[in-house]
């Protein structure tokens, strides 16, 4: 057993395993570098910011990660927090010929993956009171989403802001050890299935890298925008059809990608797992698509359910690492006219939510913009979507020239699905038996993941929930899960009178008009671990020398579970209806107790779970151990 100054041991998650294989087989240093500069505005104390960097990576254990080779294997340490620290450095923008191209070197610098912390700040001061700050880390710990979240929650504690409390990384590692295990090998034979035969490199990613641009600088890089006119009406044709934004831009992509391979199908991406079934719905925070386009003139499917019955495809056999799949690889890799090697996965497409410009006390943040770092082994696209345009940015070893083409066409293509394009077929998924089964509803995917996540195994549509081992916790979970993607409220005492997936969908259907809303583009987090609990003692912390009033007590608590919960949570409301669970209990519990120093009992939670409770609780205890001191 490691003590607590010792790096402890940990599996490596799936995406982990795919990106340290992808990593070691490109041999490019920064290829898989995730990076982005936000504008900050105000004035800045470097040092305060410094400390608010190390205390969240002190909190988040992916963030304090090292990676080694040990037999063809990703080996894993999480470091003990006092010895992982974040790279922070402070420079004037005026020494820096060019900003841009200094912060793009300094995202580039190579990580050493076997440190115990992968992430790096650079803040270039303009003025005293105006800096640009970039982070930048390895796909191995972050993705793009989480960047963002990273940002934010480092400048909310450089605000004052408490540290964030919710489930740790190790146990959505856990949950996808268990998936692969109970998957049996379906996924692996569902994807050697997939690349059979379908290998044919694009004319744009077969492209030497002679035109490679200037020292320091990844290659081709572009980026194009998609207005807000053209945006509104690629959400509105997507809301018509029931699918995401992203659907709507990778049913582009598609377009794009069949119409150069020339061939009967074309494969793009290799499956990734998700880091959760339930937020791999329609907008799933990044995807490495596996597309089959036959020929176009063939009447079938639209391009945009064909698109998102490939997405609900890939969704359902990605219980499965590309490290698994190395002999397929090597069997299938195909070589370009050069005779330099090839790979069937040459287009990532990542998805990223854009925070709008927020106010972190007398300190505002701007948009943060992603940085691309390297090709990624081929084409990488950054889908950036701020609610009111989309920003696309092309990276590739190529020339410039090439690159550009192929963002214009991408453009295009996207004005084309806007309108409707005609009718495309789609390669529907093949069940075991060898039938091709119609693509199901996206409500009723998400309603199956969603009970499948609580039960830890699938349920079938007529299956009954409790039978299948369900409870009222369960119950509570699934709707939350329900209301937070859907945006309606499906009342307990219905699911009771009919507990099964194919009712539950039905009632779903009922209550959302998908025209309301416009499905996330991405919904993910960084998996953030709970802050240690305070040492044993009856002594309230520094800064409340005694009883704090109901007020003070009752804004802690409901900021505690509004962290936990991810959303705010009114004073009688239940916590595990709104989607609490027994883990989200305890790190509330932990969080009361380092900032009260009282001690209050799980048991004592379960039996009035609401925020009202919970205060009046605190405050007795308080009172208590006042009287006896």
């Given at each position: 057993?490691?003590?607590?100054?010792?790096?402890?041991?940990?599996?490596?998650?799936?995406?982990?395993?795919?990106?340290?294989?992808?990593?070691?087989?490109?041999?490019?240093?920064?290829?898989?570098?995730?990076?982005?500069?936000?504008?900050?505005?105000?004035?800045?104390?470097?040092?305060?910011?410094?400390?608010?960097?190390?205390?969240?990576?002190?909190?988040?254990?992916?963030l304090r990660c090292s990676f080694h080779h040990d037999g063809g294997?990703?080996?894993?340490?999480?470091?003990?927090?006092?010895?992982?620290?974040?790279?922070?450095?402070?420079?004037?923008?005026?020494?820096?010929?060019?900003?841009?191209?200094?912060?793009?070197?300094?995202?580039?610098?190579?990580?050493?993956?076997?440190?115990?912390?992968?992430?790096?700040?650079?803040?270039?001061?303009?003025?005293?009171?105006?800096?640009?700050?970039?982070?930048?880390?390895?796909?191995?710990?972050?993705?793009?989403?989480?960047?963002?979240?990273?940002?934010?929650?480092?400048?909310?504690?450089?605000?004052?802001?408490?540290?964030?409390a919710v489930a740790p990384y190790a146990e959505y590692v856990g949950r996808q050890l268990q998936r692969r295990l109970r998957d049996g090998g379906k996924a692996a034979a569902h994807w050697r299935r997939a690349f059979d035969g379908r290998t044919r490199p694009l004319e744009l990613l077969a492209q030497p890298a002679a035109g490679a641009g200037s020292a320091g600088r990844p290659g081709a890089v572009g980026?194009?925008?998609?207005?807000?006119?053209?945006?509104?009406?690629?959400?509105?044709?997507?809301?018509?059809?029931?699918?995401?934004?992203?659907?709507?831009?990778?049913?582009?992509?598609?377009?794009?990608?069949?119409?150069?391979?020339?061939?009967?199908?074309?494969?793009?991406?290799?499956?990734?797992?998700?880091?959760?079934?339930?937020?791999?719905?329609?907008?799933?925070?990044?995807?490495?698509?596996?597309?089959?386009?036959?020929?176009?003139?063939?009447?079938?499917?639209?391009?945009?359910?064909?698109?998102?019955?490939?997405?609900?495809?890939?969704?359902?056999?990605?219980?499965?690492?590309?490290?698994?799949?190395?002999?397929?690889?090597?069997?299938?890799?195909?070589?370009?006219?050069d005779g330099a090697p090839t790979v069937p996965w040459r287009v990532m497409v990542t998805a990223v939510r854009s925070r709008p410009p927020e106010q972190y006390g007398e300190l505002r943040a701007g948009v943060l913009r992603p940085i691309s770092t390297g090709a990624k082994?081929?084409?990488?696209?950054?889908?950036?979507?701020?609610?009111?345009?989309?920003?696309?940015?092309?990276?590739?070893?190529?020339?410039?020239?090439?690159?550009?083409?192929?963002g214009e066409e991408l453009l295009a293509a996207l004005g084309r699905v806007a309108e409707g394009v005609p009718a495309l077929a789609a390669q529907a998924p093949v069940t075991d038996a060898g039938r091709s089964p119609a693509a199901p509803s996206p409500v009723a995917e998400v309603v199956q993941?969603?009970?499948?996540?609580?039960?830890?195994?699938?349920?079938?549509?007529?299956?009954?929930?409790?039978?299948?081992?369900?409870?009222?916790?369960?119950?509570?979970?699934?709707?939350?899960?329900?209301?937070?993607?859907?945006?309606v409220r499906v009342l307990v005492r219905e699911f009771f009178q009919a507990p099964t997936p194919a009712a539950l969908t039905r009632r779903v259907q009922e209550l959302h008009d998908p025209r309301d809303e416009e499905p996330p583009v991405a919904d993910t987090d960084i998996h953030r671990t709970p802050p240690e609990p305070a040492a044993t003692g009856s002594a309230a912390p520094p800064g409340l020398p005694g009883p704090a009033g109901p007020a003070q007590v009752a804004e802690v608590v409901d900021t505690v579970i509004e962290q936990v919960l991810g959303a705010p949570l009114g004073p009688e409301e239940d916590f595990f209806h709104a989607g609490g669970n027994s883990i989200g209990v305890n790190a509330v519990l932990a969080e009361i107790r380092r900032r009260f120093g009282v001690q209050v009992l799980v048991r004592e939670f379960f039996r009035a779970p609401t925020p009202a409770a919970l205060t009046r609780r605190v405050q007795e205890l308080q009172h208590s151990e006042s009287k006896e001191s």
């Open positions: 057993m490691s003590s607590p100054q010792q790096p402890a041991a940990a599996a490596a998650g799936t995406e982990q395993r795919d990106f340290w294989f992808f990593q070691r087989m490109t041999g490019d240093p920064a290829g898989y570098h995730i990076a982005g500069t936000a504008p900050l505005t105000g004035a800045l104390d470097p040092e305060r910011l410094r400390r608010a960097l190390t205390e969240v990576t002190a909190s988040h254990a992916q294997e990703p080996r894993v340490l999480v470091h003990p927090a006092a010895a992982a620290r974040p790279e922070f450095e402070v420079h004037e923008a005026a020494g820096a010929v060019d900003p841009e191209a200094f912060l793009l070197e300094r995202a580039r610098r190579p990580f050493d993956l076997g440190s115990p912390c992968q992430l790096r700040a650079v803040l270039l001061r303009h003025a005293p009171d105006r800096h640009d700050l970039l982070l930048a880390s390895h796909h191995l710990v972050l993705d793009g989403a989480a960047l963002a979240q990273l940002l934010h929650e480092s400048l909310s504690r450089y605000a004052g802001a408490p540290p964030v980026s194009f925008t998609v207005g807000p006119e053209l945006r509104a009406s690629l959400a509105d044709r997507c809301r018509r059809e029931r699918v995401s934004l992203f659907t709507g831009f990778l049913a582009a992509l598609a377009l794009v990608v069949h119409e150069r391979g020339g061939a009967a199908h074309q494969v793009v991406g290799m499956p990734l797992d998700q880091r959760d079934t339930a937020d791999a719905e329609l907008g799933n925070y990044t995807t490495v698509l596996p597309v089959h386009l036959p020929d176009a003139a063939a009447a079938g499917t639209g391009l945009l359910q064909a698109t998102q019955a490939v997405l609900l495809d890939t969704v359902g056999h990605c219980a499965t690492s590309l490290l698994d799949l190395l002999p397929l690889v090597a069997d299938a890799q195909p070589t370009r006219d082994n081929g084409l990488g696209i950054t889908f950036v979507d701020d609610g009111t345009q989309v920003t696309l940015h092309l990276s590739h070893p190529g020339n410039t020239t090439l690159t550009g083409r192929f993941a969603v009970i499948e996540q609580v039960l830890g195994a699938p349920l079938g549509p007529d299956d009954d929930f409790f039978r299948a081992g369900g409870n009222s916790i369960g119950v509570s979970t699934v709707l939350a899960q329900i209301r937070r993607r859907f945006g």
